[in-house]
């Protein structure tokens, strides 16, 4: 359901697996966008507000396609608000703790939900959790806060990689790439040809490159370390992350230096165009791409460092949660219910680009060969991550933000950066 972000994963519920996550959701355009009529409050006993982040064209016209089924099943009346991924993800915060709130949001699950269940301010859908008895354990753990209680329905998940042209490649004469050393020599290859190999798109968007951090670190250092250092029970000055900004800088001289500087919109315009050569980015990305496009997109797993280090792999889970103040929670609970079900998920998968992996684990994914690759791929780890906000807090990403761009412009000065960082993150996990 992600429609960019974080980083940040439908997949899981067919895994098993409890640790999922990428910032998740949609940042891909930088405009505010409203569909419905609805107000961004709540309607008391009248309609369920819903405030979206997905706003790409393809995952808001699936959001919008089933509150239209959903309000003609006449079990209830819902009204969407779709906004801009950077304009939800800072007014969160600000929507939760209103006088009158929107009902019911799409985001996702781990520390950033369960944060907010600890302030009392989601709704419990345990109830809504007593008809899921098929969804696998790890779905329910990872929907549950602290006390117990559910706070979050899965929706989909999805999974991350270096997503290229199939056609370009052949073009280049190139190939996937499985090692570290294979990546280098790829990316050494295409710039000698001319064309930036690795795009990235930080104008608006700097979480994007939490991405490159989080996948070097459970790479080199491993998953556990990795959610550990993000858990305020390592340090970011450590050796151990400093290894991964030394093997980062062997990859900075193949940016596109253009990514530094034009929104995520543009990146993923560039890598359709054969403009740069591939993009460590989520398969929300392909809600953007044009249908015709999709058939030439292939993708490849972050290439392996250590091969003594278990085998991680970043897959999101996206969903919902609700204002625990809202006026009307059953018509809410309701609306989850529908969501949480094989119809609405299919619904979905159908609508969006497909390239998404449903929660409920009788709803069927496409078949398709992109599709087949990254749920295999995903079998194959041994670790999930989220993403780096989903395995930490939304308050912490912003500290990560400001020091890999400041390595990305200043890769001399990581011992400041990473002692900045350091500083930073203790103000976070101090409150």
Same mark, same amino acid.
């Given at each position: 359901?992600?429609?960019?972000?974080?980083?940040?994963?439908?997949?899981?519920?067919?895994?098993?697996?409890?640790?999922?996550?990428?910032?998740?959701?949609?940042?891909?355009?930088?405009?505010?966008?409203?569909?419905?009529?609805?107000?961004?409050?709540?309607?008391?006993?009248?309609?369920?507000?819903?405030?979206?982040?997905?706003?790409?064209?393809?995952?808001?016209?699936?959001?919008?396609?089933?509150?239209?089924?959903?309000?003609?099943?006449?079990?209830?009346?819902?009204?969407?608000? @779709?906004?801009?991924?950077?304009?939800?993800?800072?007014?969160?915060?600000?929507?939760?703790?209103?006088?009158?709130?929107?009902?019911?949001?799409?985001?996702?699950?781990?520390?950033?939900?369960?944060?907010?269940?600890?302030?009392?301010?989601?709704?419990?859908?345990?109830?809504?959790?007593?008809?899921?008895?098929?969804?696998?354990?790890?779905?329910?753990?990872?929907?549950?806060?602290?006390?117990?209680?559910?706070?979050?329905?899965?929706?989909?998940?999805?999974?991350?990689?270096?997503?290229?042209?199939?056609?370009?490649?052949?073009?280049?004469?190139?190939?996937?790439?499985?090692?570290?050393?294979?990546?280098?020599?790829?990316?050494?290859?295409?710039?000698?040809?001319?064309?930036?190999?690795?795009?990235?798109?930080?104008?608006?968007?700097?979480?994007?490159?939490?991405?490159?951090?989080?996948?070097?670190?459970?790479?080199?250092?491993?998953?556990?370390?990795?959610?550990?250092?993000?858990?305020?029970?390592?340090?970011?000055?450590?050796?151990?992350?400093?290894?991964?900004?030394?093997?980062?800088?062997?990859?900075?001289?193949?940016?596109?230096?253009?990514?530094?500087?034009?929104?995520?919109?543009?990146?993923?315009?560039?890598?359709?165009?054969?403009?740069?050569?591939?993009?460590?980015?989520?398969?929300?990305?392909?809600?953007?791409?044009?249908?015709?496009?999709?058939?030439?997109?292939?993708?490849?797993?972050?290439?392996?460092?250590?091969?003594?280090?278990?085998?991680?792999?970043?897959?999101?889970?996206?969903?919902?949660?609700?204002?625990?103040?809202?006026?009307?929670?059953?018509?809410?609970?309701?609306?989850?219910?529908?969501?949480?079900?094989?119809?609405?998920?299919?619904?979905?998968?159908?609508?969006?680009?497909?390239?998404?992996?449903?929660?409920?684990?009788?709803?069927?994914?496409?078949?398709?060969?992109?599709?087949?690759?990254?749920?295999?791929?995903?079998?194959?780890?041994?670790?999930? @991550?989220?993403?780096?906000?989903?395995?930490?807090?939304?308050?912490?990403?912003?500290?990560?933000?400001?020091?890999? @761009?400041?390595?990305?412009?200043?890769?001399?000065?990581?011992?400041?950066?990473?002692?900045?960082?350091?500083?930073?993150?203790?103000?976070?996990?101090?409150?």
């Amino acid at each position: 359901m992600s429609d960019f972000d974080p980083g940040r994963r439908r997949f899981l519920g067919h895994l098993g697996l409890a640790g999922l996550g990428a910032l998740g959701a949609s940042s891909f355009l930088s405009a505010c966008a409203s569909s419905a009529s609805g107000p961004t409050t709540s309607n008391g006993s009248g309609a369920v507000t819903i405030q979206s982040n997905l706003s790409s064209p393809q995952a808001k016209a699936a959001m919008e396609k089933l509150i239209e089924t959903f309000n003609a099943q006449g079990k209830g009346t819902a009204s969407l608000n @779709t906004i801009a991924s950077e304009t939800f993800r800072t007014q969160l915060p600000t929507y939760l703790t209103s006088a009158n709130p929107p009902d019911l949001y799409t985001w996702y699950a781990g520390s950033v939900a369960n944060d907010y269940a600890s302030k009392n301010l989601l709704l419990d859908v345990s109830e809504v959790w007593k008809s899921l008895d098929d969804y696998p354990q790890s779905l329910r753990t990872l929907s549950t806060d602290a006390s117990g209680k559910q706070i979050f329905v899965p929706m989909n998940n999805y999974w991350w990689g270096f997503f290229y042209r199939k056609s370009n490649f052949a073009k280049w004469g190139v190939q996937e790439p499985k090692t570290w050393t294979e990546f280098l020599a790829l990316c050494e290859t295409l710039k000698s040809k001319g064309v930036p190999p690795i795009g990235i798109g930080l104008g608006d968007t700097p979480w994007v490159a939490s991405a490159w951090f989080d996948y070097l670190n459970i790479r080199i250092n491993g998953a556990p370390f990795h959610r550990e250092l993000l858990a305020g029970k390592q340090r970011f000055d450590d050796p151990k992350v400093k290894a991964v900004f030394t093997r980062w800088r062997e990859a900075l001289p193949y940016f596109d230096p253009k990514g530094k500087a034009y929104p995520f919109q543009e990146a993923t315009t560039a890598l359709l165009a054969g403009k740069t050569g591939m993009f460590l980015i989520g398969t929300f990305f392909a809600d953007a791409a044009p249908k015709d496009a999709l058939g030439d997109l292939d993708f490849f797993r972050f290439p392996i460092i250590d091969p003594s280090v278990p085998l991680a792999e970043e897959a999101p889970t996206d969903g919902f949660f609700a204002s625990a103040k809202t006026a009307n929670p059953t018509g809410t609970k309701a609306l989850l219910s529908y969501l949480a079900g094989v119809e609405a998920q299919e619904a979905y998968v159908k609508a969006s680009s497909g390239i998404v992996l449903p929660a409920n684990p009788r709803a069927k994914a496409s078949d398709s060969p992109l599709v087949v690759k990254g749920k295999a791929m995903l079998d194959e780890a041994k670790e999930l @991550t989220q993403f780096f906000n989903r395995d930490s807090s939304d308050a912490l990403q912003p500290t990560a933000d400001t020091a890999l @761009t400041k390595f990305i412009d200043k890769p001399d000065q990581i011992d400041a950066i990473l002692r900045e960082w350091q500083a930073g993150a203790e103000k976070v996990f101090k409150g």
